[in-house]
């Protein structure tokens, strides 16, 4: 094989493994949007006054983790 051929090769894995590695990222970035969009919805509604439903069990902090009732 040639020095060439080589380089070549290397640079097709590479590309392919950056393009891979691109696609993984946008996955990943648009899963992120969907949760901040998640997050910023659940605090809009906790900041609106409005009455308390008995379905929706409160939850508190406890260790750190959310325990409901």
Known sequence: ??????????QFVLSQRMESLARQNAQ???RIADLEAQIALIQAKSQQ???ETPDEPEAE???GELVEH
């Open 61 to 63: 902090p406890v260790d």
């Open 1 to 10: 094989m040639s020095e060439q051929q080589q380089v070549t090769e290397e």
């Open 28 to 30: 990943q970035a648009l």
């Open 49 to 51: 006054p409005g009455p």
